[in-house]
C-alpha cells in the first residue's frame, strides 16, 4: 500500500495551508497582545496624570503666602502652556511645599514638570509624561456673579486668584475623542471677602 504521487503532493499542500493559517493566526494573537498591553499601559499613566493633577490643581497656597501668580494661561506658543502653584498633600509632592507646576504639549508628549520654590529649593523637580498626545487644550470657569452664569475662558487674568474650575483636554494619538478633565477648585478655597 503506498501513495502516488498526487496524493503525497495534496497532503503537503493540506499541511502547509494549515501551517500558514497557524501562523498567521499566531501573528494576528501576539499583535493583538501587543496592542492590548500599550493601549493597558496608556491607560494607566492617563489615570496617574489625572489623578497627580487634580491633586495638585485642588491644593493651591495661599495669596497671601506667595508673590507669584496662583495660575495662568499662556497661549503664546501653538498650544497653551498651564502654570499654577500647588501645594500637594500627597507623594512625591508632600505637604508644605510650594511647587510651581507647569503642564504643556512638547514634542508629542503631554509633560507636567513641577519645580519647587523658596525654602524647598534642594528637592529636585518632578516630570510625569504622557506620550502619543497630539492636542492639547485649556479652559477655565469664571466666578459667577449674582445673577449670571459663568463663562469658560481661555485665559486667566487674575494673578492672585484661581477660577471656580479648570478643564484640561487632551488626545492621543489614534484616539477618536479626547477625554477632558475637569477640577473644581472653589469648594476648596476660602470663602473670598
Known amino acids: ?31 493583538t497582545m501587543a496592542r492590548l498591553e500599550t493601549h493597558g499601559a496608556r491607560t494607566e499613566a492617563d489615570g496617574r496624570v489625572r489623578a497627580l493633577l487634580t491633586d495638585m490643581l485642588r491644593h493651591a497656597p495661599l495669596p497671601e503666602q506667595v508673590d507669584a501668580p496662583l495660575l495662568s494661561v499662556d497661549r503664546s506658543t501653538e498650544t497653551p502652556v498651564l502654570r499654577f502653584l500647588s501645594v500637594g ?11 510651581v507646576v507647569e503642564v504643556a504639549l512638547r514634542d508629542g508628549e503631554l509633560r507636567v ?24 487644550d485649556v479652559r477655565v470657569l469664571e466666578h459667577a456673579s449674582a445673577g449670571e452664569v459663568p463663562a469658560w475662558r481661555a485665559e486667566w487674568p487674575l494673578a492672585q486668584d484661581r477660577p471656580s474650575a479648570i ?15 475637569r477640577v473644581v477648585l472653589s469648594p476648596l478655597e476660602r470663602p473670598r471677602s
Open 113 to 136: 514638570q513641577a519645580t519647587p520654590t523658596g525654602r524647598d529649593l534642594g528637592a529636585l523637580p518632578l516630570t510625569a509624561t504622557l506620550p502619543s498626545v497630539r492636542g492639547f
Open 167 to 181: 478643564e484640561l483636554t487632551w488626545q492621543h494619538l489614534g484616539e477618536a475623542t479626547p477625554r477632558p478633565l
Open 1 to 31: 500500500m503506498g501513495f502516488t504521487l498526487l496524493e503525497v503532493i495534496v497532503a503537503i499542500t493540506i499541511t502547509g495551508l494549515a501551517l500558514t493559517t497557524a501562523g498567521m493566526a499566531l501573528a494576528a494573537a501576539r499583535d
Open 89 to 99: 498633600v500627597r507623594a512625591p509632592y508632600g505637604t508644605g511645599a510650594t511647587w
